[in-house]
């Protein structure tokens, strides 16, 4: 964002994720930055928003930035997609840590957002910016009253994912 001085607007997910990215800028940027989410509205050359605030007020704000980054933009590519497809910004750049794994979603992020340009997997990460682990998989046998305690609990999860899925359908 330094480097290019273009007006940015970046997108987060969250009200937490908002404030994070809002205070973290204003250390390392000499000018004002805007924020819009959590009931503030204040717009500046590089601004801080809310995906929903985004999704809200991009009839206002899509024409006011040449550069918009997207924190976790595996959340589109499927739901409130309008919010990137009414931004006129004509550079961008999505950032995750969890990409999207349906070819559908993936091919519609690269159309709203471009492609992937740099990748990690999670082992390149480990024991330098993630603490080194070692996967376990352990097979436990349940008493029959843990079984059905285990399974109630699946049962809701299933339903839940389930319903999930039906909405956003790249992730099955």
Known sequence: MARTGLRTLCLAPTRVLLE???????????????????GK??????????????WRHMG????????????????FGGTRDEALEMSVAPCRLGLTATPSRGAGARERLAALVGPTVYELAIGDLAGTFLATFDLIVLHLALTPAERTVYEAGMAAFRSFREAFAQQVPEVR
């Open 41 to 54: 509205a204040e717009v500046e050359p590089v601004t801080v928003a809310t995906f929903e605030s985004a």
């Open 20 to 38: 994070q990215w809002h205070a973290r800028i204003a250390e390392l940027y000499g000018g004002a930055v805007g924020r819009c989410g959590d």
């Open 60 to 75: 206002e704000l899509g024409n006011r930035f040449d550069l918009l980054v997207v924190d976790e933009v595996h959340h």
